[in-house]
T-cell receptor, first 119, second 110 residues
Framework: GAVVSQHPSWVICKSGTSVKIECRSL??????MFWYRQFPKQSLMLMAT?????????EQGVEKDKFLINHASLTLSTLTVTSAHPEDSSFYIC???????????????FGDGTRLSIL | ELKVEQNPLFLSMQEGKNYTIYCNYS?????LYWYRQDPGKSLESLFV?????AVKQEGRLMASLDTKARLSTLHITAAVHDLSATYFC??????????FGKGTKLTVNP
């Protein structure tokens, strides 16, 4: 079964609204969570890495004020897309890594993704 | 900066045929992973390769790793339609951070 739960799976909203995506590790403590963005027919691009209790590290070119990441507990990280615009429409995928995770040869466990469509 | 190159990026093949997807990477690493992605879905882990010479097989897919050549291959034997998907390799560099290839979109035709 899934070890990382991502919610919601699909969001459609108007331009200018903020959208929050949740990523939960279900049966292990996720000390590190990763957020990726994937545009159609492209690969996954890492947006940021977050460690529990500390500020996220953003990849070059990713606006930290636009994509707010919170990793306040060992089982939950959230990504908030603030004042979303149509160009933010994409598939967002979270992943988690941490202590005593199941199938521990996996570097990361991936959520099911969130498809964000901004009208 | 680590670069991961996959080829081909697009592969159309007939059922029953064999083919190999290649994954080259630019810096030293002995941890490489293969994933499958179906349209609209997230990643599904296929293989974990953790040492030079590692070979893993699952059904019609076989993956191998040559760390000296910085090369991994994903071999498809007697392809079937259900294998149609996009396949990604990813290299683990540090702190469990992954760098992905661009993906190979595989289409298996009847």
């Amino acid at each position: 079964g899934a070890v990382v739960s991502q919610h919601p799976s699909w969001v459609i909203c108007k331009s200018g609204t903020s959208v929050k995506i949740e990523c939960r590790s279900l049966d292990f403590q996720a000390t590190t969570m990763f957020w990726y963005r994937q545009f159609p027919k492209q690969s996954l691009m890492l947006m940021a890495t977050s460690n529990e209790g500390s500020k996220a590290t953003y990849e070059q070119g990713v606006e930290k004020d636009k994509f707010l990441i919170n990793h306040a507990s060992l089982t939950l990280s959230t990504l908030t897309v603030t004042s979303a615009h149509p160009e933010d429409s994409s598939f967002y995928i979270c992943s988690a890594s941490g202590r005593a995770r199941p199938r521990s040869n996996q570097p990361q466990h991936f959520g099911d993704g969130t498809r964000l469509s901004i009208l | 900066e680590l670069k991961v190159e996959q080829n081909p990026l697009f592969l159309s093949m007939q059922e029953g045929k064999n083919y190999t997807i290649y994954c080259n990477y630019s810096t030293t690493s002995d941890r490489l992973y293969w994933y499958r992605q179906d349209p609209g879905k997230s990643l599904e882990s296929l293989f974990v390769l953790l040492s030079n010479g590692a070979v893993k097989q699952e059904g019609r897919l076989m993956a191998s790793l040559d760390t000296k050549a910085r090369l991994s291959t994903l071999h498809i034997t007697a392809a079937v339609h259900d294998l149609s998907a996009t396949y990604f390799c990813a290299v683990d560099i540090t702190s469990e951070k992954l760098v992905f290839g661009k993906g190979t979109k595989l289409t298996v035709n009847p």
